[in-house]
């Protein structure tokens, strides 16, 4: 009893004494009418957020929770003085959406010293010049990860007391303003992930109190400017993914030799050249040097490094030659080597690298040996690349590698059986294992299941297995097996891999039915199981709260019905079940799968119409769309086109370096597909998000074309041959100025050419023949360069490059199909000679040979293409 009423005192004496020296809410900065006035008004300028309403799950509007009856210097995100001024304004993460206007009352918080806007990608607008200068107190500004918009404000410059600034991963535009160049007390600059343009400010220079300046992700231009190694107290220095060119000035690299503070520096996916200054490995603080994805060339040398602290070096896809240097092996602090994708020769000896944790070896010309005993017991890879090494067979070190994360042995020479003891790899860290592009038969002992345990990337294809299809472990995100030689059913087990994201086990002779649970799998992002031999009915696929995107089930021998079930794939982007013994109709309800972009039917047994005045309106999305080779028919009315959407649209010239293809945003698939394309049938290995095709040949199509196509202003690819269509070529296709290929053979097409094809300057494939054409070729641009086979069985058709020439009674130009005036390329023609027509044919030929011979140029420059990548 005693010893209880001790620790009860003792326990009332802690609370007493806790109790007495915490602030007490007396002593509390109480907040000023005015302030909480300004406030309020502030929260007034944003829309009420409900919790549904939220971008994450973290975000949490602190607004929300302000009162007026309660004290302000109270409130979530809100710092007071001792005055009761508000000096610190937190609302990051707090999905603030809607314009900051210039007028805002946050403006009106003069004594703010510290205002983190942060991570409200939905707040944007512009920042006023006259209101930013209101807040001169400002020591710290972050609106990292919004929305804002227009050129940095100068008046930025007149915060002369702040020390942190952060206008990163917004829209800002234009030059860096000069006037951030008084900004003498900066210690954090970052603009990282912005349009900014220009070249980097040599101004900079003279913010010596910087420990971090972040440039990266823009537009900046030019070389590399010397007065940055001014910056004495710099911890950081990124400029990564700029177009900057030029080398590394030696002077820069030795005047940072000797720095004692720089530890970061990132100056990749740049185009700098020249060769590395040997200096930069020499700096005694510097821990990560980052210059992947430039243009170095020459050998690496590497030397007096004695005094080196770098532990992660990155230098993939340069141009670095010559053997690596065994020099490198006195940077005894580093763990991270990452040299792939250069021009490196030579043989290498593993058991020069037993330091590292990280090893890029990949994409040279080296041969790799793996002889020494010692290194195998001295080394713990955590990440080993060795693609394209020359490698014959699986390195018995590996055995002793327990704590593997990431092996690449892709396009190697590695052939025959995997011996047993590779399942001892890794078999509790092993995350991705890429053994493709080799010729693998198969395993030393067949595994049912393989055995490693955190196994997220697995990646065989381009082998040689034989044998039945293996299921890979259950923690499985993406699994490749194809262009391989499989056989055997798809065991029903990949049905319970619910991580599974994608699956692609095409170009394989698996066979028997898709086992219908696969369709069940609510993780699939992409199911391809192409160029098989499986037979059956498609199964039921998606559940409602399905995220399929890419399902091919193209060149197998499924027969039935489209299951109608696929109505409820949301998600869906490409729909591929060409090539199969599929019997039904058009199936109207893909119009209502929104994100639906490539719909491929061709060559099955697909029979009626493909409109109907009530079920269809057109597609939203649809960029590319082939029913060939089925038994499609009917007329199609002339507004048939008028609501494609996608293809409808005019698309603006895209600058090559920001290509993007079809697939998995993280670059781990990209979506394939066969096209009649110029000709040919053509495997598109990559699709680019600008191809857009129709192709509608090989079925029972009668009546006109429709005029509508000719709005499809993105079209490249048009193939209508193999059908029933008559009347003439419509004037309207004229009209398609992205056309590369346009195929109207084997029809009943008659009336002339229309010279407006002629306006199609990107057109490189045009076939016309077999149809019922008559009169004169049109000539010029595009239309001189094409053969004979072009327009072959058209018997009325004449002139070049046909050997039949037209005769005087045949028309010099070709008029419209709808017998309205068609004009010469530069505005004249036969009406020129109509002109003169009453004062007498010979003057109004006279008056036509002036006119043509003083038209301007028809082609005044040469205008970039973006072509397709096969």
Known sequence: MRTLYLIFCCFFAAHSLTSSTSTSPSSRPRCLHEQSSILLQFKREFPLKEPEDLLNDYDYPKMETWKAEKDCCSWDGIECDTTGHVIGLDLSNSSL???????????????????????????????SDSSASNLKSLNVLDLNSCNFSGIVPTSIGNLSQLTYLDLSSNNFSGEVPTSLGRLTKLEHLSLQKNRLIGR??????????????????????????????????????????????????????????????????????????????????????????????????????????SSSQLTALYLRRN?????????????????????????????????????????????????????????????????????????????????????????????????GKIPKWFFRVGTESLARLDLSSNLITGWEQEPSILPWEALAYLDLRHNKFRGSLFVPPFSTVHFFIFNNSLTGN????????????????????????????????????????????????????????????????????????????LVTCKELEVLNIGHNQISDRFPFWTQSLPK?????????????????????????????????????GGVLPSEYFRNWSAINTEIPYVNKSKLR?????SNYYQDSVTVAYKGLDTVLVKI??????????????????????????????????????????????????????????????????PYELVSLTFLQHLNLSDNKLVGPIPHGKQFDTFENSSFGGNLDLCGFPLAKKCTESDDEQPNSDHGQDSESENGFGWKAALVGYGCGIVIGLVVEHVLVSRRPTWFSGIYRRISLTP
């Open 97 to 127: 959406e809607g314009p900051l206007h210039s007028n805002s009352s946050l403006f009106s918080l003069t004594h703010l010293e510290n205002l983190n806007l942060a991570y409200n990608p939905k707040f944007s607008g512009r920042l």
């Open 200 to 305: 980097i400010p040599s101004w900079l220079g003279n913010l010596t109190g910087l420990t971090l300046l972040q440039l990266s992700h823009n537009n900046f231009n030019g070389e590399f400017p010397i007065s940055l190694a001014n910056l004495t107290q710099l911890d950081s220095l990124y400029l990564s993914f700029n177009q900057l060119v030029g080398s590394i000035p030696y002077e820069y690299a030795n005047r940072i030799s000797n720095s004692m503070l720089l530890s970061m520096l990132d100056l990749s996916h740049n185009s700098f050249n020249g060769t590395i200054p040997p200096s930069l490995f020499r700096i005694p603080s510097l821990v990560s040097l980052n210059l992947d994805y430039n243009q170095f060339t020459g050998p690496l040398t590497i030397q007096n490094v």
């Open 319 to 415: 141009n670095l030659n010559g053997q690596i240097p065994a020099s490198i092996s006195e940077l005894t602090s580093l763990t991270e080597l990452y040299l792939s994708l250069n021009n490196f020769s030579g043989e290498i000896e593993l058991g020069a690298f037993s330091n590292l944790i990280s090893l890029d070896l990949s994409y040279n010309s080296l041969t790799i040996t793996s002889t020494s005993t010692m290194f195998a017991l001295a080394v713990n890879f955590y990440s080993l690349l060795l693609a394209s090494c020359n490698i014959k067979e699986f390195p018995k070190f590996l055995e002793t590698q327990n704590e593997l994360w990431e092996l690449d042995l892709s396009h190697n020479k590695l052939e």
């Open 490 to 565: 798809v065991d029903p087990i990949f049905c319970e891999l619910h991580n599974l994201k994608v699956l692609d086990v095409s170009n394989n002779n698996l066979s028997g039915e898709i086992p219908r649970c696969l369709g069940s799998n609510s993780s699939l992002l992409m199911l391809n199981l192409q160029r098989n031999n499986f037979h059956g009915e498609i199964p039921p696929t998606c559940e409602e709260r399905s995220v399929l995107k890419t399902l091919d089930l193209s060149h197998n021998q499924l027969q039935g019905k489209i299951p109608k079930s």
């Open 596 to 632: 639906l972009q490539i719909l491929v039917l061709r060559s099955n047994k697909f029979d009626g119409p493909i409109w109907h005045p009530r079920e269809f309106s057109g597609f939203e999305n649809l960029r590319m769309i082939d029913l060939s080779f089925n038994n499609f």
């Open 661 to 665: 293809y079809m697939g998995d945003t």
């Open 688 to 753: 680019l998000t600008t191809f857009m095709s129709i192709d509608l040949s090989h079925n029972s199509f009668h009546g006109a074309i429709p005029s509508s196509i000719g709005d499809l202003k993105s079209l490249v690819g048009l193939n209508l041959s193999g059908n029933n269509f008559g009347g003439s070529i419509p004037t309207s296709l004229g009209k398609l100025s992205e056309l590369e290929s346009l195929d109207l053979s084997k029809n009943n097409l008659s009336g002339k050419i």
